[in-house]
T-cell receptor, first 115, second 110 residues
Framework: EPEVTQTPSHQVTQMGQEVILRCVPI?????FYWYRQILGQKVEFLVS????????KSEIFDDQFSVERPDGSNFTLKIRSTKLEDSAMYFC?????????????FGPGTRLTVL | QKEVEQDPGPLSVPEGAIVSLNCTYS??????FMWYRQYSRKGPELLMY??SSGNKEDGRFTAQVDKSSKYISLFIRDSQPSDSATYLC??????????WGAGTKLIIKP
């Protein structure tokens, strides 16, 4: 069964460093998402991406964040200058055909720890 | 008022019991409602989705939406220890983003 994969599973970085979180969505999917979940808190929407551009972003997704689909298979989230409060699980999701009911499939997440 | 509210639990029940998990929401315009299951250190996995009001059943799981009271429920019959996980309700907002409840941690005791 096709699945969304994410690498690395755990990333430890120093405050102020840049990190890139990688996702490989399901191959025929067209819509891509990043969510984050701070330990003990709700899952929060960050950004959605379609047709090589951001379609919606939340207030959390400020200038330190960027997304890219560099090669037609990977979907990346870059955090430019990490802060302690960026420590969280980051989930990538992808969705297939257009149609409001289509399911978002989630990857296993990357645990980001900022020291 | 928060958009989606869900009691974080934990909820502990004996094996075989019927489990009832619930969320309330504030925006009457919401139409699509989902339940995800999340095991520890894993991504959310879709269990059920429903459109508008009514019930939907899939094996031991039943999802119920009451739009008049802005209340959604997930029932698990004949609960098993393997059902122990965090259950998250999610609602589709504008542009397909998901708005999440806090998640209820469910523990099924053998």
């Amino acid at each position: 069964e096709p699945e969304v994969t994410q690498t690395p599973s755990h990333q430890v970085t120093q405050m102020g460093q840049e990190v890139i979180l990688r996702c490989v969505p399901i191959s025929n999917h067209l819509y891509f998402y990043w969510y984050r979940q701070i330990l003990g808190q709700k899952v929060e929407f960050l950004v959605s991406f379609y047709n090589n551009e951001i379609s919606e972003k939340s207030e959390i997704f400020d200038d330190q964040f960027s997304v890219e689909r560099p090669d037609g298979s990977n979907f990346t989230l870059k955090i430019r200058s990490t802060k302690l409060e960026d420590s969280a699980m980051y989930f990538c999701a992808s969705r297939g055909a257009s149609g409001y009911t289509d399911t978002q499939y989630f990857g296993p997440g990357t645990r980001l720890t900022v020291l | 008022q928060k958009e989606v509210e869900q009691d974080p639990g934990p909820l502990s029940v004996p094996e075989g019991a019927i489990v009832s998990l619930n969320c309330t929401y504030s925006n009457s315009a919401f139409q699509y409602f989902m339940w995800y299951r999340q095991y520890s250190r894993k991504g959310p996995e879709l269990l059920m989705y429903t459109y508008s009001s009514g019930n939907k059943e899939d094996g031991r799981f039943t999802a119920q939406v009451d739009k008049s009271s802005k209340y959604i429920s997930l029932f698990i019959r004949d609960s098993q220890p393997s059902d122990s996980a965090t259950y998250l309700c999610a609602i589709k907002g504008s542009n397909y983003q998901l708005i999440w409840g806090a998640g209820t941690k469910l523990i099924i005791k053998p």
